[in-house]
């Protein structure tokens, strides 16, 4: 299996994947993908929106598109959630989803980065919250 760019492999050739997803990267070596990794910064990396009212604007976005039941799922021990689940009527039926925050493999995409404060715990798991909303249309 191949590792991703994020693995510190510095042999040439061998063909990275995207650091977060995993997904193959055609064409591209480790060192080319990990070059990208450290000049593209992620998106809201240097927001200072509290997650809490980021999770509130994701909830208002769900219950404006017609969500009948939102719930938060805690990560045990931590206070932090871990993932909005939500209920959605489609056909008349009530189709539950799931929008989970990884902010560990945000905290990993940060590192390579070389973002200053990666391993602040509070920050990451602000970023990534910050990224896992839709900003409001201009229109």
Sequence with gaps: MLKPCSAGTKRAGLLARHPVTGDPQA??????????CKNMPIKNYTSKVPANRSIAEIQDAHVKHGATGVL???K???G?????????RIKNQDVAFSLPV?????QRVL???E???WDEEEYVYRVAW??????PSNG
Excluded: C, M
């Design 27 to 36: 064409g591209k070596s480790v060192k080319d993908t990990k070059q990208k």
């Design 72 to 74: 938060y799922k805690y």
């Design 76 to 78: 045990q021990g931590t």
């Design 80 to 88: 932090r959630i871990e993932a909005l689940q939500f209920l959605l």
């Design 102 to 106: 990884h902010w560990r493999k945000f």
């Design 111 to 113: 590192e390579l980065q």
């Design 115 to 117: 973002v200053r404060r």
């Design 130 to 135: 910050r990224n896992g909303r839709v900003p």
